[in-house]
């Protein structure tokens, strides 16, 4: 009686990086290739940093340019989350990162290179679909293919940005706590942004 063969696996690169694919597919209940993106991205930043990644500490902050999968694999390789504030989401619609030492203010940015879904064909001609061509090559390219990093300065101030941790104050107008001195000072009054104009939502009658 013939065995059945054993669905295909992708041929992963080194088993650090397979290790951080099965913890990121498993936060988002399946593997896509952006993921594999965000990882690289992430593995790649803090090379360039020369910070062991993932961190446990606060000394790795990560700016990444969209939310969904690529965020993810990001956070997964640096170890950067909204919950520990380091990494925060500037929503460009970009699957791109910007990893910044706080210790030392180096920062780089790291974004998929425009020839990245092309080269993948020829990293995995045997693929699927293209969808399945990027999620194995994506594993296997090298960096300098696969991905672009480049030395940027911030424009935001760090100091601003992290703010004093236990900052507490209350809303004039609608009493509501602002940690992380999110406050907004107007004509002597302490706002919160929402109060200041920035509301997202309209409260119902
Ligand atoms: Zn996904
Ligand atoms: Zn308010």
Redesign the pocket.
Known sequence: MARPTPPPRPVLADARLAALLEQCAALHAHLCPRQVLGVRMGLLGGRLLGLDVPQTGKRLLAFVETDGCAADGVSVATGCSVGHRTLRVIDFGKVAVTLVDVETQRAVRVTPSPHSRTLAAHYAPDARSRWHAQLAAYQIMPDDELLIARPVTLRVSLEALLSKPGRRVT??????EIINEREIVHEGMV??R??AGERYYDPLP
């Open positions: 809303c004039e107008v609608c009493g509501e706002l919160c929402a109060c």
